[in-house]
């Protein structure tokens, strides 16, 4: 899938060489899509979900922290952490998912793209080494859960007055105003993405842990 359209439509510039790692990305993803059905979202959307969506909220989160390690929880197949990793060029990424075979896929699909600042990690958010808890400057995910949910697993990774980003397909303010989990809400971003023949409203909800 070429992906200058997508970029172009969105306001989005990367560097030649990021935006080929990202389409062989993509490529790698579209072929096993084929066979083993990795996700529901349709060959045509898979540019704009796993690399337009990301890249905007990085833009976004670009005004709030710049970050020197980020986590991933429960990457699935390096959504948001892979795309997001082309932005933050000099970050180290560390993506978290449980499932043996998401992860053997995804070390495949970043081996393949020669992807180099990312790690990929098996293992629960539960089971996270002592040594690594509270350590990362941002913490991001997606489709993990509610916001308590997410957050109660965030606030032991993120360190103090690092930043947490939980991607939403729809917000629930009641919902976003009752989480504390030490963390305070700074913005939620409306990352307005352009498809070819239209827009699609999608959130980043963005809290700051606080220093205690």
């Not at 030649?16 to 959307?45: C, G, M, Q």
Request: proline letters at 4%; hydrophobic letters at 40%; a positive charge.
């Amino acid at each position: 899938m070429e992906l200058f359209v997508p970029l172009n439509i969105n306001g989005l510039s990367l560097k030649i060489e990021s935006i080929d790692k990202l389409r062989k990305y993509i490529k790698f993803l579209e072929k096993w899509n084929n066979v083993h059905a990795l996700t529901s979202v349709s060959p045509r959307e898979i540019p704009y979900i796993f690399v337009v969506e990301p890249l905007l909220a990085a833009k976004a989160l670009s005004e709030f922290v710049n970050p020197s390690n980020c986590i991933d929880m429960g990457t699935g197949f390096g959504n948001p952490g892979v795309a997001m990793s082309a932005y933050f060029e000099e970050t180290k990424f560390s993506l978290l998912d449980s499932s043996q075979k998401k992860t053997a896929l995804l070390r495949s699909a970043l081996d393949m793209s020669e992807i180099r600042n990312v790690k990929v990690i098996t293992s629960r958010i539960e089971d996270t080494p002592k040594e690594k808890l509270n350590t990362f400057d941002l913490v991001v995910s997606r489709g993990l859960g509610s916001l308590e949910k997410v957050t109660n697993y965030a606030k032991n990774l993120v360190r103090d007055n690092g930043i947490v980003a939980i991607f939403k397909a729809r917000i629930d303010v009641e919902e976003v105003s009752v989480v504390n989990n030490g963390l305070k809400l700074e913005k939620v971003v409306n990352l307005n993405v352009s498809y070819p023949l239209k827009k699609v409203h999608r959130y980043v909800v963005v809290y700051k842990r606080v220093a205690i």
